[in-house]
């Protein structure tokens, strides 16, 4: 009796799409060696201003823009997945103008970057405590910012050409 017969039937295995793991790309983009409680470093030092003019000039002249710009990245990526398709955009609307009014108000516009700075360091697992959050953003507004812009741009970039927006 063949395995026809006897209700077997035996064929090849096909080709599945290859698994999409959701939340994001490359979080480690540059490789970073990880403790063992698997945090490591930031990408970019603090002091690593310089490395992007565009995102240094738009953090010193217009850090209301530059930080509603991070956090609009970061939530899109958490909600998403994927790279925000106008993460290049600068808009004055919502955590911009927040910002702008808490540091016109009081020059304390900083303190809105406290919670996204911790953020980014929870997605991509990197060291620090509540008081490096407190003390980065307080220390140099713009360096924070800028930093933060670096990392997140990393994991979008991982995602490679088929996240690029078109121009």
């Known amino acids: ?11 090849q295995p096909q080709a599945v799409p290859q698994m999409v793991i959701p939340g994001g790309g490359n979080r480690n983009a540059l490789n970073l060696p990880l403790d063992n409680e ?5 990408s970019f030092g603090l002091l690593d201003c310089f490395g ?3 995102k240094c000039c738009l953090a010193c002249w217009c850090p209301c823009l530059a930080h509603g710009q991070n956090r ?3 939530q899109y990526l958490n909600v998403n997945g994927v790279p925000d398709p106008e993460r290049r955009r600068i808009v004055a609307e919502g955590d911009s103008v927040l910002y702008a009014l808490i ?4 020059d304390m516009g900083w303190i809105l970057q406290i919670e996204t700075r ?3 360091r929870n997605r991509y697992n990197i060291r620090g405590s509540t008081t490096s959050d407190c003390c980065a953003p307080f220390c140099c507004q713009a ?3 800028i930093q933060g812009s670096r990392e997140i741009e990393l994991e979008e970039e991982s995602f490679g050409n088929a996240q690029t927006p078109q121009r």
Do not use: F, H, Q
Request: aromatic share 4%; with cysteine.
């Open 52 to 54: 992007d003019m565009n």
């Open 118 to 120: 911790r953020n980014i």
């Open 72 to 74: 609009r990245r970061l």
């Open 38 to 42: 698997g945090k490591r470093d930031w």
């Open 143 to 145: 360096c924070d910012l």
């Open 1 to 11: 009796m063949s395995n026809a017969e006897k209700g077997n039937v035996t064929t």
């Open 103 to 106: 540091e016109v108000a009081c």
